[in-house]
């Protein structure tokens, strides 16, 4: 008895410890581990202190408790029913002061919606539309044009219209591809002057930046679900849960070398919604 | 003293009757009942870590240039929320060590509360009269979840952006209304300002009161119903047999929560979790290869992965991939969860009152039903790190994917079956053993032989 007695004591003395070193190492900075050291120890022996205590230290006991709080006799629960249709049936009396009550309750409702469109700004132009313009300029995260003749052919480099580095949707790729890879389509033939083509670098998946390339194959890879775009082909989804291409943005050397936008993207960008025809 | 307050508080509030019960109620003992108790007090010790936490961080996405105390993000640009945890964690004493705690405690409380949901489940403690509980239980799981995943986006670092912009997309893929449901919870076009601000608000005041007002609900009604509790001798429909609430049960209790904070101490002690500062800011065009996401998000990201890549177009209109992974699926896992003891009910055509619980072997369909719907959500938890799998096990991940396709059909059937028959067996044995035990009994008779006797009180286990 004695020795579990002390045993318990012992425990409770080591959590005293442990709060002294986590007081400790706090004034002396010595960093989370000896912190957590100090407050395992404080809160472990406390806790294994007492639950000593409950099992040696107080006897066992077993009660039993009758269920017999539910459910209620016969007579109380009709009784409930009756107060309650009384209740309704006192009210329903006046069946047309039921009805206007029920219509301000509704309009109260209502109205109570209406600060929701607060809360969800301007929906709208930002999903269908990005920055880029007719004539805006290819610049790199660190605000540089891209000129024709930077990139060497097989490269890549995200690129941002104009004045707007880190815009989300913007985000585009750009990559210089040897001649006679690009299948182009006819209607996009000139959109990528001197093997220069740039896609959306959003993924149609779920949004996710398309942020690795397999240069020997020339596919896109999504690291967040693994689609895979092969740019060869105008970047149409070949593996992985993203079922759109990469949309495909038209690109012109201008007449001082440097690259631009023939126009924004010709579709919406990112992954798909309700509205996007 | 003791004597004063007593009768202090009956003369006012007529307390006696209801301590005097109370003080001696029967809590049934068995380990798997902690499991509900854990999950409480991993509760308790988010709610005191994220005190802490919460007088540090800055809510906000005002973009400013770092130039603290961790050279690595000198001159780097990020958000004022990412700086505040930043200094949280490398400047402010026991800072990481209460962020640290308060993340594996947020690991911790999901799973107690998973496995506490498959002990109601495998014991039939859903049927009546709990149905109603086994519904507030459920939304207990889904506010925790969402507290979870507010709370893992609010340092604004590269892997927690990652999985916000995914969320929005998510949302966004609902039909007629995704655009609305997006903006509404994100507070504008991904990446938005306002969308820290929200999240914070969400993650330490609406879902903590939710989750604080359904626990009381949850434990109100446990108290009201009394404890169900396992077959056993004088154990019966009618009564509950167990520890006192005064003193045993509550110092076992008050022991338990110290023991389960000493736990997530530890954890938050020795083992980094989330070091933010190695992640770096969210910046929307870059993103970490391999991003995984905490644990209980796992499988959807795995059912995002396995998707179909379906892109349907009706009437003008797009239904996306991600609507039938990321809303349909969970959509439909959670309304059967919902619907659960009422289904039962209709099959079972069992509408009594059980207050005995079953051991699992006791309904083999429920339990193979159970496995199978576990066994579905471990593969799609798994197929959430396919790639990193990939890697380690050298082959491609678009064959890892199709090979998790095949076992996300064929394993759950595979499992659920398996299970199905093991229990049945058991149960058999268990049922052949009892009545063994009714028939024979053997005595020693006089002259040193065996004799069988009828034996009329053998108990059945
Ligand atoms: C209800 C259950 C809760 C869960 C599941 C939960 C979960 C989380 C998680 C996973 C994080 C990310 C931490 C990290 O990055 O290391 C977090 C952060 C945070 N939590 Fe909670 N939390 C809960 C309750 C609370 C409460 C009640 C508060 C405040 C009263 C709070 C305040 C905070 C704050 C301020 C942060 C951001 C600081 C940081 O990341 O270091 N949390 N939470
Ligand atoms: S976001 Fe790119 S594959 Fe899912």
Same mark, same amino acid.
């Given at each position: 008895m004695t %020795?579990?007695? $002390?045993?318990i004591?012992?425990?409770?003395?080591?959590?005293?410890?442990?709060? +002294?070193l986590f007081?400790a190492?706090? %004034?002396l900075?010595s960093?989370p581990?000896?912190?957590?050291?100090? =407050?395992?120890?404080a809160?472990?022996?406390l806790g294994l202190?007492?639950?000593l $205590?409950a099992?040696f230290a107080i006897p066992a006991?077993?009660?039993?408790?009758v269920?017999d709080d539910?459910p209620s006799?016969?007579?109380?629960?009709?009784e +409930?029913?009756a107060?309650?249709?009384h209740?309704?049936?006192?009210?329903d009396r006046?069946?047309? =002061?039921t009805?206007?009550?029920?219509?301000?309750?509704? %309009?109260l409702?209502?109205?109570a919606?209406?600060?929701l469109?607060?809360l969800a700004?301007?929906?709208g132009?930002g999903?269908?539309r990005t920055k $880029?313009r007719?004539g805006?300029? =290819?610049?790199?995260?660190n605000?540089?044009?891209?000129?024709?003749?930077?990139?060497?052919?097989g490269?890549i480099?995200?690129?941002?219209?104009?004045?707007y580095?880190?815009?989300a949707?913007?985000q585009?790729?750009?990559?210089r =591809?040897?001649p006679?890879?690009?299948? +182009?389509?006819?209607e996009?033939?000139n959109?990528?002057?001197?093997?220069y083509v740039?896609?959306?670098?959003v993924?149609t998946h779920a949004g996710?930046p398309v942020g690795l390339?397999?240069a020997?194959t020339?596919?896109l890879l999504c690291?967040c679900?693994q689609?895979?775009?092969d740019v060869?082909?105008?970047a149409?989804?070949?593996?992985?849960p993203?079922a759109?291409a990469l949309p495909?943005l038209?690109l012109e050397?201008a007449?001082?070398?440097y690259?631009q936008?023939?126009?924004?993207?010709?579709?919406?960008i990112?992954?798909g919604f $309700?509205?996007?025809a | 003293m003791?004597?004063?307050?007593v009768l202090a508080?009956?003369?006012?509030? #007529?307390t006696a009757h209801?301590m005097?019960k109370?003080?001696r109620?029967?809590?049934?003992?068995?380990?798997s009942?902690?499991?509900?108790e854990?999950a409480?007090y991993?509760f308790?010790?988010?709610l /005191?870590?994220?005190t802490?936490l919460?007088?540090?961080?800055? /809510?906000?996405a005002q973009?400013?240039?770092y130039?603290?105390?961790?050279p690595s993000?000198?001159g780097i640009?990020m958000?004022?929320a990412?700086?505040?945890?930043l200094?949280?964690?490398?400047? !402010?004493?026991?800072?990481l060590l @209460?962020?640290q705690?308060?993340?594996?405690?947020?690991l911790?409380f999901?799973a107690?509360?998973?496995?506490?949901?498959?002990?109601i489940?495998?014991?039939?403690?859903?049927r009546r009269?709990?149905?109603?509980?086994?519904i507030v239980?459920?939304v207990l799981?889904i @506010? /925790?979840?969402?507290a &979870?995943?507010?709370g893992? *986006?609010?340092?604004?670092d590269l892997l927690?952006g990652? &999985?916000?912009?995914?969320a929005y997309s998510?949302?966004? *893929?609902?039909?007629?209304v995704?655009?609305?449901?997006a903006?509404l919870?994100?507070?504008?076009?991904?990446?938005?300002?306002?969308?820290?601000g929200r999240l914070f608000?969400?993650?330490?005041?609406?879902l903590?009161?939710?989750?604080?007002?359904?626990?009381?609900?949850h434990l109100?009604?446990?108290?009201r119903q009394?404890h169900t509790?396992?077959? #056993?001798p004088?154990?019966?429909?009618?009564n509950? !047999?167990g *520890?006192?609430?005064w003193?045993n049960?509550?110092m076992k209790s008050?022991?338990l929560?110290?023991?389960?904070?000493a736990?997530l101490t530890?954890? #938050?002690?020795?083992?980094?979790?989330n070091? !933010?500062?190695?992640?770096?800011p969210?910046n929307?065009?870059?993103?970490s290869?391999?991003?995984?996401?905490?644990w209980?998000? &796992?499988?959807l990201? &795995?059912?995002?992965?396995? #998707?179909?890549?379906?892109?349907?177009q009706i009437?003008?209109h797009t239904?996306p991939?991600?609507f039938?992974?990321?809303?349909?699926?969970?959509?439909?896992?959670f309304t059967l969860?919902?619907v659960?003891?009422?289904?039962?009910r209709r099959i079972t055509?069992?509408?009594?009152?059980?207050?005995?619980?079953?051991h699992p072997?006791d309904?083999?369909?429920?339990?193979g039903?159970?496995?199978?719907v576990?066994?579905?959500?471990?593969?799609?938890?798994?197929?959430?790190?396919d790639d990193?799998q990939?890697?380690?096990v050298? !082959?491609s991940?678009?064959?890892?994917?199709?090979?998790y396709?095949?076992m996300?059909l064929v394993?759950p059937? /595979?499992?659920?079956?398996?299970t199905f028959q093991?229990?049945?067996e058991?149960r058999a044995?268990?049922n052949?053993?009892?009545?063994?035990g009714?028939?024979i009994?053997?005595s020693?008779?006089?002259?040193?032989g065996?004799a069988?006797?009828?034996e009329?009180?053998?108990?059945?286990?």
């Amino acid at each position: 008895m004695t %020795a579990r007695i $002390w045993g318990i004591a012992t425990a409770f003395s080591v959590s005293v410890l442990g709060s +002294a070193l986590f007081a400790a190492a706090y %004034a002396l900075h010595s960093g989370p581990q000896w912190e957590g050291l100090g =407050l395992f120890v404080a809160l472990g022996a406390l806790g294994l202190g007492i639950v000593l $205590w409950a099992a040696f230290a107080i006897p066992a006991e077993q009660v039993v408790d009758v269920r017999d709080d539910y459910p209620s006799d016969r007579d109380e629960r009709s009784e +409930a029913e009756a107060a309650l249709e009384h209740g309704l049936a006192e009210i329903d009396r006046h069946g047309f =002061l039921t009805k206007v009550l029920l219509a301000a309750l509704g %309009a109260l409702g209502v109205a109570a919606l209406f600060p929701l469109r607060s809360l969800a700004p301007g929906f709208g132009q930002g999903l269908y539309r990005t920055k $880029w313009r007719r004539g805006a300029r =290819l610049v790199r995260e660190n605000g540089v044009p891209v000129r024709a003749s930077d990139l060497a052919v097989g490269s890549i480099l995200t690129v941002f219209p104009d004045g707007y580095v880190d815009d989300a949707s913007s985000q585009t790729l750009l990559l210089r =591809l040897p001649p006679g890879v690009l299948a +182009a389509r006819p209607e996009r033939r000139n959109w990528s002057p001197q093997g220069y083509v740039a896609f959306s670098k959003v993924c149609t998946h779920a949004g996710c930046p398309v942020g690795l390339y397999r240069a020997s194959t020339y596919q896109l890879l999504c690291p967040c679900h693994q689609s895979v775009f092969d740019v060869a082909h105008a970047a149409r989804p070949i593996s992985g849960p993203a079922a759109r291409a990469l949309p495909q943005l038209p690109l012109e050397i201008a007449g001082d070398g440097y690259l631009q936008a023939q126009s924004d993207y010709t579709e919406p960008i990112g992954p798909g919604f $309700w509205q996007r025809a | 003293m003791i004597r004063r307050v007593v009768l202090a508080l009956d003369d006012r509030l #007529g307390t006696a009757h209801f301590m005097r019960k109370a003080l001696r109620k029967a809590f049934p003992d068995h380990w798997s009942f902690m499991l509900g108790e854990i999950a409480l007090y991993c509760f308790v010790v988010l709610l /005191a870590t994220g005190t802490y936490l919460g007088f540090f961080f800055d /809510a906000s996405a005002q973009p400013i240039t770092y130039n603290g105390s961790y050279p690595s993000l000198h001159g780097i640009q990020m958000s004022a929320a990412y700086a505040s945890v930043l200094r949280l964690s490398l400047d !402010i004493r026991a800072g990481l060590l @209460l962020r640290q705690i308060h993340h594996w405690a947020a690991l911790v409380f999901v799973a107690a509360i998973t496995v506490h949901m498959c002990r109601i489940f495998f014991t039939g403690a859903f049927r009546r009269p709990r149905e109603l509980n086994w519904i507030v239980g459920l939304v207990l799981l889904i @506010l /925790a979840l969402g507290a &979870g995943f507010t709370g893992y *986006s609010l340092p604004d670092d590269l892997l927690s952006g990652t &999985g916000l912009r995914i969320a929005y997309s998510v949302l966004l *893929s609902v039909p007629v209304v995704g655009g609305y449901l997006a903006f509404l919870f994100f507070g504008g076009d991904f990446p938005a300002t306002q969308t820290i601000g929200r999240l914070f608000f969400t993650h330490v005041l609406v879902l903590p009161a939710l989750l604080v007002a359904a626990m009381a609900i949850h434990l109100g009604m446990i108290w009201r119903q009394k404890h169900t509790q396992f077959r #056993g001798p004088g154990r019966t429909e009618n009564n509950v !047999i167990g *520890s006192p609430l005064w003193p045993n049960y509550a110092m076992k209790s008050v022991g338990l929560l110290f023991a389960v904070a000493a736990i997530l101490t530890a954890l #938050g002690a020795f083992f980094q979790i989330n070091p !933010i500062w190695l992640y770096g800011p969210y910046n929307p065009a870059n993103v970490s290869s391999p991003a995984q996401p905490d644990w209980y998000i &796992g499988w959807l990201e &795995g059912a995002l992965r396995l #998707g179909p890549s379906w892109d349907w177009q009706i009437f003008n209109h797009t239904i996306p991939a991600p609507f039938f992974a990321g809303v349909l699926l969970p959509l439909v896992f959670f309304t059967l969860l919902f619907v659960w003891p009422f289904l039962e009910r209709r099959i079972t055509h069992d509408g009594q009152p059980h207050q005995l619980l079953d051991h699992p072997s006791d309904v083999p369909w429920r339990t193979g039903v159970g496995a199978a719907v576990l066994a579905f959500a471990i593969v799609l938890t798994f197929a959430g790190s396919d790639d990193v799998q990939a890697k380690i096990v050298g !082959i491609s991940v678009e064959r890892l994917v199709n090979l998790y396709r095949i076992m996300l059909l064929v394993l759950p059937v /595979a499992v659920g079956l398996l299970t199905f028959q093991f229990a049945r067996e058991l149960r058999a044995r268990r049922n052949a053993l009892a009545e063994a035990g009714t028939r024979i009994a053997i005595s020693r008779t006089d002259s040193g032989g065996f004799a069988e006797q009828p034996e009329k009180d053998a108990r059945r286990p």
